[in-house]
């Protein structure tokens, strides 16, 4: 039954990932959720349902649209390949407890900003609203209302702090420092993690940003990496060490 299980979220994963994947790139070019159909972004020509199977199509066409022969962005199979591993990947590690409607609600923004950060430095307030409307849903019903409330304390605040630090940044460096994006991605983080957790998380964001940024410097002539990206993987590590992570907090709390 496990195994039955993990096939079937791995499919799903799979779907959703092609399917947000192409919401990365529409959202930020003001094209409709449903309306064209899969199309090749270079040659404009719609595909046929068999071009637009996740993982398979993009492997058998060799990353290639089938009329015009341009190559398809590789992020796009990176999509794919995160749903198919980690909705799985979620329930193996959480059941279906709390802990894997958060992560699975933070791999889907993460599929959907991973392409439209990466591509167009953009992070769509529609994802993050829906997002963070299922966040409040999954924990009204798993907590208590004393850490719902907590939760939407922390929310507050990292939001706060945020603003915080992009003024402090932007004096410093005399130039946009954090995105409004970043900003309202971290309340979302808040919500799903708590405050210490997310800060943890941020500490995350920004190793990974910086090794990110100095493998790709001599490309990066202007300085500028997409965080969003860096923030859900960040929280994302945090829920995944979260029976190493909780516990040690606790007990720095209890000293």
Known sequence: MEVIICIWLGLIGAIMGSFLGCMGYRIPNKIKTTYPSSFCSSCNKPLKWYMNIPIFSYIIQKGRCVYCKEKIGIIYFICEVLGLILFPLNYILFDFDL??????????????????????????????????????????????????????????????????????????????SLGDGDIKLMAVIGLALGLLNSFIGLFFAAFIGLIFSLITIKKNKEGIIPFGPFILIGALIVIYLSNIITPYINSLLSL
């Open 99 to 176: 802990n894997f409607f958060i992560s699975t609600i933070l791999t889907c923004v993460l599929i959907t900003t991973i392409v439209s950060d990466f591509k167009y430095y953009y992070i769509s307030d529609r994802v993050l609203i829906v997002s963070g409307l299922c966040l409040l849903v999954v924990l009204y019903i798993f907590l208590s209302t004393s850490d719902f409330l907590m939760r939407l304390v922390s929310a507050v605040i990292l939001f706060l702090v945020m603003i915080g630090l992009k003024i402090l940044g932007n004096s410093m460096f005399n130039k946009e």
